[in-house]
Protein backbone atom coordinates (compact mmCIF):
# COMPACT_ATOMS: atom_id res chain seq x y z
CA UNK A 1 0.00 0.00 0.00
CA UNK A 2 3.03 2.23 0.92
CA UNK A 3 4.10 2.20 -2.63
CA UNK A 4 1.00 2.44 -4.53
CA UNK A 5 1.76 5.04 -6.75
CA UNK A 6 4.90 3.54 -7.87
CA UNK A 7 2.94 0.23 -8.65
CA UNK A 8 0.39 3.06 -10.87
CA UNK A 9 3.04 4.18 -12.77
CA UNK A 10 5.22 0.65 -13.48
CA UNK A 11 1.41 -1.30 -14.22
CA UNK A 12 -0.63 1.24 -15.55
CA UNK A 13 -4.35 1.12 -14.83
CA UNK A 14 -5.38 -2.03 -17.09
CA UNK A 15 -4.49 -5.63 -17.55
CA UNK A 16 -1.05 -5.56 -16.05
CA UNK A 17 -2.30 -3.62 -12.99
CA UNK A 18 -5.75 -6.09 -12.95
CA UNK A 19 -3.69 -9.15 -13.02
CA UNK A 20 -1.00 -7.71 -10.34
CA UNK A 21 -4.23 -7.20 -8.05
CA UNK A 22 -5.62 -10.64 -8.92
CA UNK A 23 -1.83 -12.37 -7.97
CA UNK A 24 -1.17 -10.60 -5.05
CA UNK A 25 -4.45 -9.61 -2.70
CA UNK A 26 -5.31 -13.31 -2.40
CA UNK A 27 -2.04 -14.19 -1.03
CA UNK A 28 -3.39 -12.86 2.49
CA UNK A 29 -5.43 -15.14 4.76
CA UNK A 30 -7.27 -12.73 7.34
CA UNK A 31 -10.95 -10.92 7.70
CA UNK A 32 -9.07 -8.12 9.11
CA UNK A 33 -6.54 -7.53 6.40
CA UNK A 34 -9.67 -7.68 3.96
CA UNK A 35 -11.12 -5.32 5.70
CA UNK A 36 -7.92 -3.16 5.45
CA UNK A 37 -7.41 -3.98 1.87
CA UNK A 38 -11.25 -2.62 1.05
CA UNK A 39 -10.97 0.34 2.98
CA UNK A 40 -7.54 1.23 0.77
CA UNK A 41 -8.97 0.72 -2.22
CA UNK A 42 -11.80 2.74 -1.21
CA UNK A 43 -9.72 5.31 -1.84
CA UNK A 44 -7.66 4.07 -4.41
CA UNK A 45 -10.30 2.81 -7.08
CA UNK A 46 -9.49 2.02 -10.16
CA UNK A 47 -12.68 1.35 -12.48
CA UNK A 48 -10.54 -1.45 -14.37
CA UNK A 49 -10.10 -3.53 -11.39
CA UNK A 50 -13.02 -3.55 -9.17
CA UNK A 51 -14.57 -6.94 -10.27
CA UNK A 52 -10.87 -8.53 -9.92
CA UNK A 53 -10.43 -6.60 -6.47
CA UNK A 54 -14.05 -8.10 -5.38
CA UNK A 55 -13.31 -11.34 -6.29
CA UNK A 56 -9.53 -11.38 -4.35
CA UNK A 57 -11.09 -10.50 -1.59
CA UNK A 58 -13.81 -12.56 -1.59
CA UNK A 59 -10.86 -15.45 -2.51
CA UNK A 60 -9.74 -14.17 1.17
CA UNK A 61 -12.60 -14.41 3.28
CA UNK A 62 -12.67 -17.58 2.25
CA UNK A 63 -9.31 -18.48 3.10
CA UNK A 64 -10.40 -16.61 6.41
CA UNK A 65 -13.61 -19.11 7.30
CA UNK A 66 -11.14 -22.06 6.56
CA UNK A 67 -8.24 -21.25 8.80
Given at each position: ???????????G????L?N???QI??LV?????A?E???????H???????H?????E?IR????W?
Amino acid sequence: MDNWERILVKYGAGLLLTNFISQIVPLVNSDEKADEIEAFFASHMNHSIVMHLKLSIERIRIKARWI
